[in-house]
């Protein structure tokens, strides 16, 4: 069963950046997609950027060219560099393993997940 720890999160004024980060283990990460979803209060667990194993990656419209997905697979990693930050980016973000494509919206009761790290970003 695949276990995920999330972290990197906080709060962070408007254009500002965090790095999130999503150590995992069970699984054999190298052949696994990795996706980090978010979830802000009374919404969906949204899809917010994938990786596949070959390292194709997929981005929602709404972060195209702010977000960067990127693992490392020495580590069991997988990243989530977030710049130039906007309140709408306010949520608990959550990563799991997945497949392309990555489906743009999940069920928190669903598989496993982590406890997920909060992102807040007001001023």
């Known amino acids: 069963q695949v276990q995920l720890v999330e972290s990197g999160g906080g709060l962070v004024q408007p254009g500002g950046s965090l790095r999130l980060s999503c150590a995992a283990s069970g699984i054999i990460f190298r052949l696994n997609g990795m996706v980090w979803y978010r979830q802000a209060p009374g919404k969906q667990r949204e899809l917010v950027a994938g990786?596949?194993?070959?390292?194709?990656?997929t981005y929602v419209d709404s972060v195209k060219g702010r977000f960067t997905i990127s693992r490392d697979n020495t580590k069991n990693t997988v990243y989530l560099q977030m710049n130039n930050l906007k309140p709408e980016d306010t949520a608990v973000y959550y990563c799991?393993?997945?497949?392309?494509?990555?489906?743009?919206?999940?069920?928190?009761?669903?598989?496993?997940w982590g406890q997920g790290t909060q992102v807040t970003v007001s001023s």
């Open positions: 990786i596949t194993s070959g390292g194709s990656t």
């Open positions: 799991n393993a997945g497949k392309a494509p990555f489906p743009r919206a999940v069920s928190p009761n669903k598989g496993s």
